[in-house]
Every structure is written in structure tokens, then in C-alpha cells.
């Protein structure tokens, strides 16, 4: 069955506690994996989009790599702005695609 | 820009009702998508148009559920009727070209839709 796996669902950190989030997927012919970030009561926010595997995007304290089966997003140093639910989303297989988002990382960055 | 807007932003009704959710996508973009999120399952992508075409409908759950975008710059979705199960936060998202994978989405606020 393809599906979209993201752990841990909750992670808690001290503020300066760099730390990684995973995003592992089995699905067939990738087209690209996204990573989102999504505060309470808003719509994600569009953070990064991966295309092959050794691509590695970087946007302030947020790093995305990629694999042929998983994803990190590593956040260095974070702080407590940083607290939010990350996503994780694979669009693959042939013709019009399928996208698939995982269930999200509910990051809480203490001061 | 103001971003992609929604309406309403909660909606309350009783099971088979018929309800209506709207969105104006960012002036420019050419494809629009529209998403459910539950704690259950997720997000999941319902619908998405290139040009104000349906491209792809094969996230819609059942035929109790319709879109239609009549021009560039409007889009509904619409329940008919309305079931408790359909209760969750659905999202609009615009892009500037092309479909899930080709550029970044744009997410509206989102509307919380109770169903009674």
C-alpha cells in the first residue's frame, strides 16, 4: 500500500536543541516530496519541494534531505517560532500522479 | 496580495443540509486545489483545476460531493448532502502553473465545517 509515514507525531526540544524530523514513504515512480509547515488554525505554509534522492534544500534554521526511501528535515538551534506541525507530502506514479501527506510532526520549541 | 481567501470561515449545519464553500485564489494563479483535513486522516486532496479546468477528481469521497470553478478567480465546493462524517477543516490552495508537483501551493485560512 503506498503510504506516508512521519515520526515522531510529537517532538518537544529546549530552545538551542538541534534535532531531525522523518518523513519515510513507499510509494512508486516519486515526483517530488514537500515539506509544509502549519500553525493552529491556519493552512500549511510551503517550505520546501525535493526531486531526487542527495537533494538538499536549507531555508534559515531548516534543512530537507532526501533519500530513495525517506526524508529529514533537520532543525538547527531552534526556537521557540519554530514550534509548529510539520508536513510531509510525496506526489508520484504515473500520468495525472497521486499525492499523499503524512499525518504531521507536532514540534514544541521551549524557551 | 491577499493570499488566498475562503468563505465562510465556520460553517455549522445539520446532516442533509447542503452546503456551500467558496474561494477566491491569488489574483494570477492558474490551478487550484481543494483539500479536507481530519485528525483520522489527514489532508487529503479532493480536487485540483489547471485554467479553470477539473484535472483531476479522484480525491472526491463519494458523488455527495461536486466542484466547479467558473471562472478563474471563484471555485466551489459543495455538499449535497450533508453527513456528520463529512465534518472537518477543508482548504483551498492556488499555484501559479501546472498540478501537485510543478510549483509551490498557496493555502488559504481554511473552512472549520461542522456537520450535526
Known amino acids: 500500500e503506498d503510504q506516508v509515514t512521519q515520526s515522531p507525531e510529537a517532538l518537544r526540544l529546549q530552545e538551542g536543541e538541534s534535532s531531525s524530523l522523518n518523513c519515510s514513504y513507499t510509494?512508486?515512480?516519486?515526483?517530488?516530496l514537500f515539506w509544509y509547515r502549519q500553525d493552529p488554525g491556519k493552512g500549511p505554509e510551503f517550505l520546501f519541494t525535493?526531486?531526487?534522492a542527495g537533494e538538499e534544500k536549507e531555508k534559515e534554521r531548516l534543512k530537507a534531505t532526501l533519500t530513495k526511501k525517506e526524508s529529514f528535515l533537520h532543525i538547527t538551534a531552534p526556537k521557540p517560532e519554530d514550534s509548529a506541525t510539520y508536513l510531509c507530502?510525496?506526489?508520484?506514479?504515473?500520468?495525472?500522479?497521486?499525492?499523499?501527506f503524512g499525518k504531521g510532526t507536532k514540534l514544541s520549541v521551549k524557551p | 496580495d491577499a493570499g488566498v481567501i475562503q468563505s465562510p470561515r465556520h460553517e455549522v449545519t445539520e446532516m442533509g443540509q447542503e452546503v456551500t464553500l467558496r474561494c477566491k485564489p491569488i489574483?494570477?494563479?492558474?490551478?487550484l486545489f481543494w483539500y479536507r483535513q481530519t485528525m483520522m486522516r489527514g489532508l487529503e486532496l479532493l480536487i485540483y483545476f489547471n485554467n479553470n479546468v477539473p484535472i483531476d477528481d479522484s480525491g472526491m469521497p463519494e458523488d455527495r460531493f461536486s466542484a466547479k470553478m467558473p471562472n478563474a478567480s471563484f471555485s466551489t465546493l459543495k455538499i449535497q448532502p450533508s453527513e456528520p462524517r463529512d465534518s472537518a477543516v477543508y482548504f483551498c490552495?492556488?499555484?501559479?502553473?501546472?498540478?501537485?508537483?510543478?510549483?509551490?501551493?498557496?493555502f488559504g485560512p481554511g473552512t472549520r465545517l461542522t456537520v450535526l
Open positions: 489574483s494570477g494563479h492558474n490551478s
Open positions: 507530502a510525496v506526489f508520484y506514479g504515473g500520468s495525472q500522479g497521486n499525492l499523499i
Open positions: 510509494v512508486s515512480g516519486l515526483r517530488g
Open positions: 525535493l526531486y531526487s
Open positions: 490552495a492556488s499555484s501559479l502553473v501546472g498540478g501537485p508537483s510543478t510549483d509551490t501551493q498557496y
